[in-house]
Every structure is written in structure tokens, then in C-alpha cells.
Nanobody, 124 residues
């Protein structure tokens, strides 16, 4: 089992910045990919950005050049620096980790884990 705890959400004016962080904890696990998703009211959850263990990244077309995802493999943490925020960025942001866990029978299958979500509100 892997637990994800997010921090850093809040209220900011349009054009401002926020930094989200997510820390993973648990016993005997290895994380392949980490990502940030968001879900606005009445909309489906969508991928914002992802980063693999080799630190290669992928971004949604909705945040080109404004958001930066980074990962600290030693600390099992992922961060999302959000600049030039727009009211359309208002959503609950979720941390995601695709991880495998070790047991006495060996490495298990890859499982998606989710954080509890953190609210980001951008006022106009």
C-alpha cells in the first residue's frame, strides 16, 4: 500500500502562482510514474502533468509553459509549480502514483494510488 498526501492548494488571484506538493509513503514500494490530475465542478478528471522515474515529463495542452512538474525520487515526492494561473485552472488537484509493492511473493502488479485532493481556486 502507498499513501499520498498533498499540500499547497489555496486561493490565489489570476496571474498568481501556487506550488503543490505530494509525498508518498508506505512499505517496500517503487513508483514508476507520478502525476497531477484535476477535476473542475461538473467536469471529468483530467491529466495535468506526469513525470516518470527518469524525470521525463508530459503536460496537458491546457497548461503549456505555465506549469512545471518535478520529482524527487529519493524522497518519493512530486511537485507542481503553477504560474500565471487563470480562473479556468480552478479545480481540485489530485496526486497520482503508479507503483508496485514488494511482498514475500515478489513484486506485485502496478497499482494506481490517489491522494485526497487539494482545492485550487483562482479568482478573476
Amino acid at each position: 500500500q502507498v499513501q499520498l498526501v498533498e499540500s499547497g492548494g489555496g486561493l490565489v488571484q489570476a496571474g498568481g502562482s501556487l506550488r503543490l506538493s505530494c509525498a508518498a509513503s508506505g512499505m517496500h514500494f517503487s513508483i514508476n510514474a507520478m502525476a497531477w490530475y484535476r477535476q473542475a465542478p461538473g467536469k471529468q478528471r483530467e491529466l495535468v502533468a506526469s513525470v516518470l522515474s527518469d524525470r521525463s515529463t508530459n503536460y496537458s495542452d491546457s497548461v503549456p509553459g505555465r506549469f512545471t512538474i518535478s520529482r524527487d525520487n529519493a524522497r518519493n515526492m512530486v511537485s507542481l509549480q503553477m504560474n500565471s494561473l487563470e480562473p479556468e485552472d480552478t479545480a481540485v488537484y489530485y496526486c497520482n502514483a503508479a507503483a508496485i509493492s514488494w511482498s514475500r511473493t515478489g513484486w506485485g502488479p502496478e497499482i494506481d494510488y490517489w491522494g485526497q485532493g487539494t482545492q485550487v481556486t483562482v479568482s478573476s
